[in-house]
């Protein structure tokens, strides 16, 4: 295949300033007419062919201002249609008359049917499966919509923009025109055809304009899109208080399907959405659905402005919009919930995510500079770095500075599709900081790390803290230039309080940050009086590793004193890391486990301290999971000894707060009737952790029973299940709740996507026949990407003992899954297969047998371009 590569950047030839298209649907036989206006760019040669992107679009004729084009005129090019002998100078009118069939589209990208419902998924390149054209982010154009369809299976026609003529068509069909004022890329272009029910709402916006706001979902579920509703109008209003954003058309419109490739799109006005993502209720959402929700509802509307206002030049471009777009939903959801608590859960999940890609082979920048196939970029990296870089910026400027470097990027470049370059340039420009070594965080792959050591003096009372940075080598990149890292920090004295030291040398301090510019840089802080402990990188305010020998005591102490509960949950964490890698050690050399009774009595410490909320309780609760031990350690992964070391440091922190976490959770009662609000959430996470070392102590699944038994929503009804199906699968109520479940929610597909999941991420292996049986039962499709994801997904990046099986039979499966749903979605099949990135770190045995599956899979004789790409990079 071809590789695309940033440095081939060129202008198109041709500028499309409008797009009129018309759409006759049909299941089998849709006819697509699309009639762009165009002007040759000045300066292009009046020979230059117009070439336009095409994939699986039958061609039936085109014309040039109303003349068909002569045949030799036209070619097609297998990817696309070449047009030459356009007029030099004039503008045209070009108009190409098309068919697709939208029932066939399996891929769900481009115009597909689910569940009968019309809809579209146009980013990065499915506009090119619905018409020919230049499908490409910086063909800027306003669109006009017209579609026709029959009365009775779609009443509903929704395009871009506002609807500006309805009528009938004679013989059951009707129509519906669209125009949106906004020029566009194609790859907002949206449309929805169908029958469906909406809750109805609206929105005055800060400067008066009134905004019709509809959530359409399948008919009988509207009232579980209110949360949505809700999470959207407190979206609109923070945009504008935080950003000074007001939305722009007179109706904002989401759509709620059942089959969609990733979580949702942010078309202009016209949303759609991953139902998982809209629908919940008490009865079928979790806590954590809930958060979800109002996460993505949130980054699809703001994406409004960081998206579609301003778009991205080409595709190498993404993290423009998208590490933006995250930045601003991550800061939404802090300002609606808990600060430190949002936070910990995205260090979390960035750790559990990024940073392995960024130690694998998939490893690539957060602006790649090349790549075969664009929808393996929708990626970790591209996405939660590229939202870490954006808050980087943000520590380096301070809020106000911050803000008018975004007051600036909006100012200057709406309307445009612009490049990371532009976006520095507005915060520069804005404030007068320097960027230019910083900038290496878009261009450098890999997780950079800094190691420390510290002295301290007390003659001198000087304390000494020595920083050597490196980022290690990732495909494409050997040598790396050295960084800029903002490092915020502390230094806290015994008695808790902070040093504020006379002098600082050695390197550049602003408040509380540390500018690490050198590859080896030691630094003086005079006149501490006492010992300090260094608190490092507060609030994860890098995306770095630290390879720092904290003692015990002073992470201890750090957990215990630190000022920002985010470090105090650091310094617990990393502390937990360390007794946990050493228990792992341990149990590999078939030795008994002992926990430092220290970590025990700090979490302990922790969770009853009650001036914390329950939510942050719960995380310091949950100790690092398998795969984060198994990062953390490295190589030769052996991960049944992580998980019997990890699960036996859980049952003697268990036993040795049973009394004190008994008592707790006693108090954590949610009395009333269920509210998805943080603080009732946090009390709920918290109760449930307590619970699963209460019943690791007892040794008894009683209480998840009972637990199970009492339940009156579905976050406390599926933390038992889970609890159950994990820790006691064999006992009779493990079975008896899965049967219970299954039997109360079996026409809920979303809800049986739970049932899916904590089935496949039951530890052992065992599981992979009960995920073969669960795949031969009523509830699974390969067709469709959320069971796949729930049960197969799950699996692989869920299970580390079960998919990473010493006998290779979980690779084996994963294999002849990607290949069988290959060929239907390659999109859902690539992303299946990322799972393996990590195979080289594996002990040697499990080595061998992930390559062998890998090594098929690369063997086969039809891959598509998304599966081949993964496989290359995997391998190589
Ligand atoms: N911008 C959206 C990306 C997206 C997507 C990409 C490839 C294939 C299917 C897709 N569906 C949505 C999602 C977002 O970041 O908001
Ligand atoms: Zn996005």
């Known amino acids: 295949g071809t590789t695309f590569q940033l440095s081939d950047y060129r202008e198109s030839d041709f500028i499309v300033d409008a797009v009129d298209l018309t759409f006759r649907l049909d299941p089998e036989r849709t006819e697509v007419v699309s009639t762009l206006t165009v002007r040759r760019r000045p300066g292009v040669s009046p020979d230059a062919p117009f070439v336009l992107d095409g994939d699986e679009v039958e061609l039936k004729s085109v014309s040039v201002d109303g003349q068909t084009m002569a045949e030799e005129d036209v070619a097609e090019t297998g990817n696309g249609l070449r047009l030459s002998n356009l007029p030099g100078q004039a503008a045209f009118s070009l108009t190409i008359t098309s068919e697709i069939a939208p029932e066939r589209n399996t891929q769900l990208m481009g115009l597909y049917r689910s569940s009968g419902v019309y809809t579209t998924q146009c980013e990065a390149e499915g506009f090119r499966r619905i018409t020919f054209f230049p499908d490409r982010p910086d063909v800027l154009a306003v669109y006009t919509t017209r579609i026709e369809a029959d009365r009775e299976s779609a009443p509903l026609l929704l395009a871009n923009g506002n609807c500006i003529e309805t009528g009938d068509l004679g013989e059951g069909r009707h129509y519906a025109v669209w125009h949106d004022p906004h020029p566009k890329p194609s790859y907002l272009f949206a449309l929805v055809a169908g029958d469906l029910g909406v809750l109805e709402d609206d929105f005055t916006t800060a400067s008066g304009r009134e905004v019709a706001l509809k959530i359409y979902v399948e008919h009988g579920k509207e009232a579980r899109a209110a949360y949505a509703m809700d999470s959207l109008k407190r979206s609109m209003r923070w945009d504008e208080e935080r950003f000074g954003r007001e939305y722009d058309l007179d109706i904002f419109m989401i759509v709620a399907v059942s089959d969609f490739n990733m979580g949702a799109m942010e078309n202009k006005g016209l949303n759609v959405f991953n139902d998982k993502y809209v629908l919940a209720d008490p009865e079928i959402a979790t806590d954590a659905d809930y958060a979800n929700i109002e996460a993505i509802i949130a980054h699809e509307y703001f994406h409004n402005w960081t998206g579609n206002r301003i778009t991205c030049r080409d595709w190498f471009q993404l993290c423009l919009k998208e590490g933006l777009t995250v930045y601003r939903d991550h800061e939404f959801s802090a300002d609606q919930r808990s600060r430190p608590v949002k936070r910990i859960a995205e260090v979390r999940l960035l750790k559990a995510h990024q940073f392995p890609e960024d130690a694998g082979p998939l490893a690539h920048p957060v602006r790649p500079d090349r790549y075969r196939e664009i929808s393996n970029f929708y990626t970790a990296t591209v996405y939660e770095k590229g939202s870490e870089v954006v808050r980087m910026i943000a520590t380096l400027l301070g809020e106000d500075g911050f803000r008018k470097g975004m007051d600036l990027y909006f100012d200057r470049h709406d309307g445009e599709a612009a490049t990371i370059e532009d976006f520095l340039a507005c915060f520069e420009d804005a404030t007068g900081f320097d960027l230019g070594q910083f900038r290496l965080w878009y261009d450098q792959a890999g997780t950079p790390v800094v190691s420390v050591s510290t002295v301290w003096d007390p003659g001198s009372r000087r304390f000494t803290a020595s920083f050597e940075q490196s980022v290690p080598a990732t495909p494409g990149q050997a040598k790396k230039d050295v960084m800029h890292i903002p490092l915020r920090f502390g230094l806290v004295l015994p008695d808790g309080s902070e040093a504020e030291p006379t002098s600082v040398t050695g390197a550049r301090v602003t408040d509380d940050v540390l500018h690490l510019t050198q590859r080896s840089q030691t630094v003086q802080f005079d006149g501490v009086s006492a010992r300090p402990v260094l608190s490092l990188n507060r609030g994860f305010c890098a995306p770095i590793n630290v390879h720092f020998e904290q003692a015990p005591a002073d992470l201890a102490h750090l957990a215990r004193h630190e000022s920002d509960p985010f470090a105090r949950w650091q310094a617990l964490n990393a502390y937990a890391m360390r007794v946990l890698v050493e228990a792992v050690a341990k149990e590999r050399a078939g030795g008994t486990v002992d926990v430092d009774p220290a970590l025990a009595e700090t979490m302990i410490a922790t969770a009853e301290d009650e001036t914390l909320e329950p939510a942050f309780r719960a995380q310091a609760l949950a100790l690092p999971g398998e795969n984060d031990i198994a990062r953390e350690i490295g190589n030769d992964i052996d991960p049944?000894?992580?998980?019997?070391?990890?699960?036996?440091?859980?049952?003697?922190?268990?036993?040795?707060?049973?009394?004190?976490?008994?008592?707790?959770?006693?108090?954590?009662?949610?009395?009333?009737?269920?509210?998805?609000?943080?603080?009732?959430?946090?009390?709920?996470?918290?109760?449930?952790?307590?619970?699963?070392?209460?019943?690791?102590?007892?040794?008894?699944?009683?209480?998840?029973?009972?637990?199970?038994?009492?339940?009156?929503?579905?976050?406390?009804?599926?933390?038992?299940?889970?609890?159950?199906?994990?820790?006691?699968?064999?006992?009779?109520?493990?079975?008896?709740?899965?049967?219970?479940?299954?039997?109360?929610?079996?026409?809920?597909?979303?809800?049986?996507?739970?049932?899916?999941?904590?089935?496949?991420?039951?530890?052992?292996?065992?599981?992979?026949?009960?995920?073969?049986?669960?795949?031969?039962?009523?509830?699974?499709?390969?067709?469709?990407?959320?069971?796949?994801?729930?049960?197969?997904?799950?699996?692989?990046?869920?299970?580390?003992?079960?998919?990473?099986?010493?006998?290779?039979?979980?690779?084996?499966?994963?294999?002849?899954?990607?290949?069988?749903?290959?060929?239907?979605?390659?999109?859902?099949?690539?992303?299946?297969?990322?799972?393996?990135?990590?195979?080289?770190?594996?002990?040697?045995?499990?080595?061998?047998?992930?390559?062998?599956?890998?090594?098929?899979?690369?063997?086969?004789?039809?891959?598509?371009?998304?599966?081949?790409?993964?496989?290359?990079?995997?391998?190589?």
Do not use: C
Request: aromatic fraction near 8%; glycine fraction near 6%.
């Open 640 to 876: 049944d000894a992580i998980f019997a070391a990890r699960r036996a440091v859980q049952t003697v922190i268990g036993k040795t707060g049973a009394e004190i976490f008994a008592r707790l959770a006693d108090t954590m009662e949610t009395p009333g009737a269920y509210s998805p609000d943080a603080a009732s959430a946090g009390k709920r996470a918290f109760r449930h952790a307590l619970m699963t070392y209460l019943s690791l102590a007892d040794a008894s699944p009683a209480r998840a029973n009972e637990a199970f038994a009492a339940a009156d929503n579905m976050t406390d009804l599926s933390q038992p299940l889970l609890l159950l199906a994990h820790f006691f699968p064999e006992s009779e109520g493990a079975n008896a709740a899965l049967a219970t479940f299954e039997e109360r929610f079996h026409d809920t597909p979303l809800v049986i996507d739970k049932w899916l999941s904590a089935q496949a991420t039951a530890p052992g292996a065992a599981t992979l026949e009960r995920v073969r049986m669960l795949m031969e039962g009523e509830h699974f499709s390969r067709s469709n990407p959320n069971r796949v994801r729930a049960l197969i997904g799950a699996f692989a990046a869920g299970n580390p003992t079960g998919f990473n099986r010493a006998d290779g039979a979980g690779f084996a499966f994963l294999a002849d899954e990607v290949l069988a749903i290959d060929g239907r979605n390659p999109q859902v099949a690539a992303r299946l297969l990322t799972t393996m990135r990590s195979w080289r770190s594996l002990e040697e045995g499990r080595r061998r047998h992930a390559r062998a599956a890998l090594e098929r899979i690369a063997a086969a004789d039809k891959l598509s371009s998304d599966v081949r790409d993964i496989v290359d990079r995997t391998l190589a």
